[in-house]
């Protein structure tokens, strides 16, 4: 049989059941469907958790334009991710976002008037495994203005999953290599309201240490710096 016979032998089959379908099949048909839906959502859910203990897994290319909704401590707020702007930086977001990375994220290190940052997980296994997974430098082709977002980063090529909110015109960060990848839209009235409490980290501050939030976690930051606000979700629009 030809493959033009086989599609209208299964178009026929189709129509004859569609023909003799009587309510009650179509009842029948619910626990199916529902099922089927259930283990979409449980193959979905185990596929998140798997490529947070393996960054490798997490790794498609974003779409050119994309909104992430962040659920906070302080209300809500919308990036708008711009991959021409920075496709490494935009792919790593949109995928960090995608797998439920920011979930319970503390916003550990706010200076007033210059920025909010966040990105390391408070499970120490987790910040274990994504503090390797470095991403190469992107061209700065958008300045670090008021709510554009970037990555932080250590020197060249090593960008993993801490980013930051420029509070204000940060554009000396351009020629450092800080590659805008988005801008905040909606709620920057509530990035701005961020608690900024602690300051700059330690040592040079009284903040939190990033290498203790590294090997310890959420348990250090809720015991020792309990006023920190915190992503709740982030969902990609």
Same mark, same amino acid.
Do not use: C
């Given at each position: 049989?030809?493959?033009?016979? =086989?599609?209208?032998?299964v ?10 379908c ?18 979409k ?37 919308? =990036? ?18 995608k ?48 709510g554009?977002?970037?990555?932080? !980063?250590?020197g ?12 204000g ?5 351009d020629? !450092? ?13 509530v990035?701005d ?38 992503? =709740? ?5």
């Open positions: 049989m030809n493959k033009k016979a =086989i599609i209208g032998f178009a026929a089959i189709a129509l004859m059941s569609a023909v003799s009587k309510p009650e099949d179509v009842q029948d048909s619910a626990p199916i469907k529902e099922t089927q839906t259930q283990g959502i449980m193959e979905t859910a185990k596929s998140n958790t798997d490529a947070l203990s393996n960054p490798a897994l997490a790794n498609e290319k974003a779409p050119e334009v994309f909104k992430v909704k962040f659920r906070t401590s302080k209300g809500e707020f919308v =990036i708008e991710s711009h991959r021409e702007w920075s496709p490494l930086g935009a792919d790593r977001f949109y995928n960090l976002a797998i439920g990375y920011f979930t319970d994220i503390a916003f550990f290190r706010v200076i007033s008037g210059f920025m909010a940052q966040f990105g390391i997980h408070g499970d120490p296994a987790i910040s274990a495994n994504w503090r390797i997974a470095q991403i190469k430098d992107d061209p700065v082709i958008r300045s670090n203005k008021k554009y977002i970037s990555f932080a !980063m250590a060249t090529n090593t960008r993993t999953t801490q980013l930051f909110i420029n509070y015109n940060n554009a000396n960060l020629s !450092m290599g800080f590659s805008p990848f988005g801008k905040v839209i909606e709620g920057m009235d990035v309201s961020i608690y900024s409490g602690y300051g700059e980290g330690a040592p040079s501050g009284r903040g939190p240490s990033q290498h203790l939030i590294q090997s310890r976690g959420n348990e250090y930051l809720k015991k020792d710096f309990s006023q920190l606000d915190y992503i =709740i979700e982030a969902i990609i629009e």
